[in-house]
C-alpha cells in the first residue's frame, strides 16, 4: 500500500518536472552593419563599409558582441553571454540583406553554437555555416543584422498570466477524487469492525472455528487490506494534489512578475509649471500653478 502512493506521488511529481516551456522575446535590440567582401592571401575577411559600433558595445545586460569575422567562409560572431535571472535566457539572430533588397536568413541547420570557454571570462562563438556562399558579388555592399533578444516563458501578447478556475478544475478533481478515497476507506473500516465483531460472537457462541473464520474472519482480513488500500492511496493523491498546485501556483507568480516587469508600460509622470490668474485671491495678481500626473498611456 505504501509503494503505490509512492507511485502516485512519483508519477505526478515526475509530470510536473518534465513540461515544456515555450520562449518568447521579451526585449529585443537590433543593429545593422555594412561591409564588403575583400580577399588577402587568398582569405576571404569583412571590410567593414562603416565604423562597426556594435563591437564591444554594452547594452543592458545584453550579450556583448566581442568580434565578428569570417573563418573558411563562416561567419563567426564571438560575445559575452548577458546576465539573466528569474529563467530567462538571451538569443541572438542574424540576418543578411543583399543590395538588391533580399532578405537571406540562415537555416537551422546552418547554425551553430559553440560551447563556453573554461575558466576566466565566458566567451561563445554563433557561427552562420558557408555564409560566402550567400554573397554571390564580393564587390557588393551587404547589410548584416544582429539581434539580441531576451527571452522568457511570458508571451506579452496573450495578457497577463492567471491561474484560471479552468486551470484549477484539474486540482480540484484530483483533491475530491483524494477524499473520495480516504472516504471508502473509513466505509471498508467499519466494515471491518463489523465483521470482526461477528467473528467474536461466532467464538462466543461457541461455533466450529471454520464458520467462524469464513465468513468473518476472512472479511475482516479483506476489509481491513481495501481500508488501508483507499486510505493511503487517497493521502498520497491529496498530498500529491497539492505538490502540484503549488508548483503550478509558484510558476505562474513567476511569469506574472516577468510579464509586470517586461510587457507593462511604465507609468508616465509629469510636472508643469504655467503662470495662472488668481482671482479668488486677496491679493489679486499671477501666480504659479503646479500639475502633477502620473498615469499610463
Not at 545584453?62 to 553571454?81: H, K, N, W
Not at 493511503?232 to 512578475?257: E, N, V
Not at 509586470?260 to 508616465?268: G, I, R
Amino acid at each position: 500500500m505504501k509503494k503505490f502512493a509512492v507511485m502516485v506521488v512519483c508519477c505526478l511529481s515526475g509530470w510536473m518536472t518534465v513540461v515544456a516551456q515555450n520562449l518568447y522575446p521579451l526585449h529585443t535590440t537590433a543593429d545593422s552593419l555594412l561591409f564588403r567582401i575583400t580577399t588577402a592571401n587568398r582569405q576571404l575577411s569583412l571590410n567593414w563599409q562603416s565604423p562597426p559600433t556594435l563591437l564591444h558595445a554594452k547594452n543592458g545586460d545584453f550579450p556583448v558582441i566581442t568580434a565578428i569575422t569570417l573563418q573558411e567562409g563562416d561567419l563567426v560572431l564571438t560575445y559575452e553571454p548577458g546576465k539573466t535571472k528569474n529563467d530567462l535566457s538571451y538569443e541572438i539572430n542574424l540576418g543578411l540583406r543583399a543590395p538588391n533588397g533580399d532578405s537571406i536568413a540562415p537555416k537551422p541547420y546552418e547554425l551553430t553554437e559553440t560551447p563556453p570557454t573554461a575558466g576566466g571570462k565566458e566567451i561563445r562563438q554563433r557561427v552562420w555555416l558557408n555564409f560566402a556562399e550567400q554573397l554571390p558579388d564580393f564587390g557588393a555592399v551587404y547589410t548584416l543584422y544582429v539581434q539580441r533578444s531576451l527571452m522568457g516563458a511570458v508571451n506579452c501578447e496573450s495578457g497577463r498570466p492567471a491561474f484560471t478556475l479552468q486551470k484549477q478544475l484539474p486540482h480540484y478533481a484530483a483533491g475530491a477524487a483524494g477524499v473520495v478515497l480516504i472516504g471508502l476507506g473509513q466505509v471498508y473500516n467499519k466494515q471491518k469492525k463489523d465483521a470482526y465483531e461477528q467473528y467474536q460472537l461466532a467464538w462466543a457462541a461457541g461455533n466450529p472455528r471454520e464458520e467462524a473464520d469464513d465468513p468473518f474472519f476472512q472479511t475482516a482480513e479483506d476489509k481491513r487490506k481495501a481500508a488501508r488500500i483507499c486510505t493511503y492511496a487517497g493521502w498520497a493523491l491529496l498530498g500529491a494534489d497539492a505538490l502540484w498546485y503549488t508548483f503550478r501556483w509558484m510558476k505562474i507568480r513567476k511569469r506574472q512578475k516577468v510579464y509586470d516587469k517586461f510587457c507593462t508600460q511604465p507609468a508616465l509622470s509629469s510636472l508643469q509649471l504655467r503662470p495662472a490668474m488668481l482671482p479668488q485671491s486677496p491679493y489679486p495678481g499671477i501666480g504659479i500653478s503646479f500639475t502633477f500626473s502620473n498615469g499610463r498611456p
